[in-house]
């Protein structure tokens, strides 16, 4: 007679999925704490692991066939300096509000000059500990040069990114947390990355004046080159 397991220890028996991804590029690592249920560790996921470690796109950590497998469709060109943001609708959950509200980009930068930063995941160690700190410590600098707002993306929920926003003193700094849980602006941008679990967001920075890319920074050699300090150093 064959058992199963209540839905609710699978659900607690969670693994720390990226720990032993040793492979894993910059990019990917800020990931390697993400929980996730037991049931969504499959053998896809380790053929997907093998071919990582031998064969990994720094983006995100798999190799670009493997993604484009996954993804069921080819992959977009990543956004690059002059181009234009694609205006889509994103969600924000400002602390403090009643409810999460949809906002489209143009709203959010036209006339204006801004950063955007993209992270892999509310909480994870990489972003939690480096990526968005840099951008907290970096306000002041940033508006002497102009910035007049900084933006975080990720395809967290809305109420995810409130959560990181408040307890990670972001929002308080004055950074603006934004879900694209559908990721349908992560994809416009051409920085998907998939995994069993979602889609994620390649870790990347911008600025950009009237809704127009000026400069781009991704991590495709070393997670700090997204980070605050290198896109200042870029705006000297």
Same mark, same amino acid.
């Given at each position: 007679?064959?058992?199963?397991?209540?839905?609710?220890?699978?659900?607690?028996?969670?693994?720390?999925?990226?720990?032993?991804?040793?492979?894993?590029?910059?990019?990917?690592?800020?990931?390697?704490?993400?929980?996730?249920?037991?049931?969504?560790?499959?053998?896809?996921?380790?053929?997907?692991?093998?071919?990582?470690?031998?064969?990994?796109?720094?983006?995100?950590?798999?190799?670009?066939?493997?993604?484009?497998?996954?993804?069921?469709?080819?992959?977009?060109?990543?956004?690059?300096?002059?181009?234009?943001?694609?205006?889509?609708?994103?969600?924000?959950?400002?602390?403090?509000?009643?409810?999460?509200?949809?906002?489209?980009?143009?709203?959010?930068?036209?006339?204006?000059?801004?950063?955007?930063?993209?992270?892999?995941?509310?909480?994870?160690?990489?972003?939690?500990?480096?990526?968005?700190?840099?951008?907290?410590?970096?306000?002041?600098?940033?508006?002497?040069?102009?910035?007049?707002?900084?933006?975080?993306?990720?395809?967290?929920?809305?109420? $995810? +990114?409130?959560?990181?926003? /408040?307890? &990670?003193?972001? #929002? =308080?700094? *004055?950074?603006?947390?934004?879900?694209?849980?559908? %990721?349908?602006?992560?994809?416009?941008?051409?920085?998907?990355?998939?995994?069993? $679990? +979602?889609?994620?967001?390649? /870790?990347? &920075?911008?600025? #950009? =004046?009237? *809704?127009?890319?000026?400069?781009?920074?991704?991590? %495709?050699?070393?997670?700090?080159?997204?980070?605050?300090?290198?896109?200042?150093?870029?705006?000297?």
């Amino acid at each position: 007679m064959r058992s199963s397991l209540p839905l609710a220890f699978v659900t607690a028996t969670s693994v720390k999925l990226f720990v032993a991804l040793g492979g894993l590029s910059p990019s990917s690592r800020c990931c390697a704490n993400a929980f996730v249920p037991l049931a969504a560790v499959s053998s896809t996921f380790s053929t997907s692991l093998r071919n990582n470690n031998s064969n990994s796109n720094s983006n995100g950590g798999m190799s670009t066939s493997n993604i484009a497998m996954s993804s069921g469709h080819s992959l977009m060109d990543e956004i690059k300096v002059g181009a234009t943001l694609p205006n889509i609708k994103v969600t924000e959950y400002p602390s403090g509000s009643d409810n999460p509200t949809e906002v489209e980009i143009n709203d959010l930068v036209q006339g204006k000059k801004v950063a955007i930063f993209g992270v892999p995941g509310a909480f994870t160690p990489g972003c939690d500990k480096k990526h968005l700190p840099s951008f907290i410590e970096a306000q002041e600098a940033l508006k002497a040069k102009g910035i007049e707002e900084t933006f975080c993306l990720a395809t967290n929920d809305a109420f $995810v +990114m409130e959560a990181w926003g /408040r307890m &990670s003193g972001g #929002a =308080d700094a *004055g950074i603006r947390f934004l879900s694209d849980s559908n %990721a349908e602006f992560t994809e416009a941008l051409g920085l998907i990355m998939e995994t069993p $679990v +979602m889609k994620r967001c390649k /870790r990347f &920075s911008l600025i #950009a =004046d009237n *809704g127009v890319v000026t400069h781009f920074f991704d991590a %495709a050699e070393q997670s700090s080159d997204t980070w605050a300090p290198n896109v200042l150093k870029a705006l000297e």
